[in-house]
T-cell receptor
Framework: GIQVEQSPPDLILQEGANSTLRCNFS?????LQWFHQNPWGQLINLFY???GTKQNGRLSATTVATERYSLLYISSSQTTDSGVYFC????????????FGTGTRLKVLA | GAGVSQSPRYKVAKRGQDVALRCDPI?????LFWYQQALGQGPEFLTY????????KSGLPSDRFFAERPEGSVSTLKIQRTQQEDSAVYLC????????????FGPGTRLTVT
């Protein structure tokens, strides 16, 4: 089945710093989402981005489907950005289920 | 509008007990998914419904796990004879259509089997 790898696994930033999180996947996908799992466990939708580029405030994401990767950019990080960031992909064959990466655990220090 | 809701939020069960976890998807959403998230891991797929039809149950770990969505809205995940390895957070997600639509997740039910 499709493999999803995220990097880095852990990241510590000072407030105000910028960061780039990466998601590599091993096969063609028709769906891709980025989520932020907050300390209470809620998965918050950040972007639905099977291809192209999107921006929402301090966050932006780019997916290059032909090269099988996606990037999530966080600018001017805040302590509330802390948590785990997951990339999830759905393959082009059969099921609509998501395969999640192992996540990037982000801690932003004040 | 209201998001995906799940109940109970926390459940403690003694090993061997049966449990039922409920998911209320966003109104009108066709697709419903259940995922299991172990501590420190990403969510893993359990099963998928399109309306009332269970089209994929390939992720259910054993025949002790059973899910239903009889009227195409609310879904229940049932675990019979719970084991300690069933301890996890169970997440429900729904999406508006089938393919090519984002999934929205509920807050999860944290199951602890003692």
């Amino acid at each position: 089945g499709i493999q999803v790898e995220q990097s880095p696994p852990d990241l510590i930033l000072q407030e105000g710093a910028n960061s780039t999180l990466r998601c590599n996947f091993s096969d063609s996908v028709n769906n891709l989402q980025w989520f932020h799992q907050n300390p209470w466990g809620q998965l918050i939708n950040l972007f639905y981005i099977p291809s192209g580029t999107k921006q929402n405030g301090r966050l932006s994401a780019t997916t290059v489907a032909t090269e099988r990767y996606s990037l999530l950019y966080i600018s001017s990080s805040q302590t509330t950005d802390s948590g785990v960031y997951f990339c999830a992909v759905g393959s082009t064959s059969g099921t609509y289920k998501y395969i999640f990466g192992t996540g990037t655990r982000l801690k932003v220090l004040a | 509008g209201a998001g995906v809701s799940q109940s109970p939020r926390y459940k403690v069960a003694k090993r061997g007990q049966d449990v039922a976890l409920r998911c209320d998807p966003i109104s009108g959403h066709v697709s419903l998914f259940w995922y299991q998230q172990a501590l420190g891991q990403g969510p893993e797929f359990l099963t998928y419904f399109q309306n009332e039809a269970q089209l994929d149950k390939s992720g259910l770990p054993s025949d002790r796990f059973f899910a239903e969505r009889p009227e195409g809205s609310v879904s229940t995940l049932k675990i019979q004879r719970t084991q300690q390895e069933d301890s996890a957070v169970y997440l429900c997600a729904s999406s508006r259509e089938t393919a090519y639509y984002e999934q929205y997740f509920g807050p999860g039910t944290r199951l602890t089997v003692t």
